[in-house]
């Protein structure tokens, strides 16, 4: 996957490395260096913003991203496209500009998740590692006297 590197200090971001994207390809990824302002955010949205040439329109895809790498959605039909990110309430950064070379074709796939089945995909994964960490310590401490409670509630 090719990889675009964004710095972001006091929520002002800067591109460096590789500048441009092909329109039409999914194998981007972002990979955001981050000021220690970031660090109590475990989970980011990145934000691409794009005009489409044939109807005009403004469009964007948030992607729910942890740590600092995040897989950019295919853009179309269009000559550059915005990169930035937020987290919690609300701390953003500013966009980077990523010029785009306009593939030779106007094929368009489905679109990306919305934002919200997202958020219900990440929630789910959680609640699943939780309750498999839950089932790792009732079975390999139950039998030395130690509660999976006082496991969850940090007494080891």
């Known amino acids: 996957m090719r990889e675009l590197h964004i710095t972001v200090r006091s929520r002002i971001a800067q591109l460096t490395g590789q500048t441009e994207i092909v329109c039409g390809n999914s194998d981007y990824a972002a990979v955001f260096d981050l000021d220690a302002e970031w660090d109590a955010y475990p989970v980011k949205t990145m934000r691409a913003v794009w ?38 309430d609300i701390r953003t950064s500013t966009p980077v500009r990523i010029p785009c070379c306009v593939a030779g074709h106007n094929a368009h796939p489905e679109p ?15 609640q699943t590692e939780q309750t498999y960490a839950g089932a790792a310590v009732e079975i390999c401490c139950g039998a030395s006297g130690i509660s999976g409670a006082a496991m969850q509630e940090g007494a080891v």
Not at 56 to 82: I, N
Not at 112 to 126: E, F, G, S
């Open 112 to 126: 990306a998740q919305d934002i919200y089945v997202q958020l219900l995909n990440l929630m789910k994964r959680l």
């Open 51 to 88: 005009k489409d040439a044939d109807t005009g329109k403004m469009l964007y895809a948030d992607v729910l991203f942890e740590g600092s790498r995040a897989v950019l959605p295919p853009v179309y039909r269009t000559a550059q496209v915005l990169l930035g990110i937020y987290a919690g």
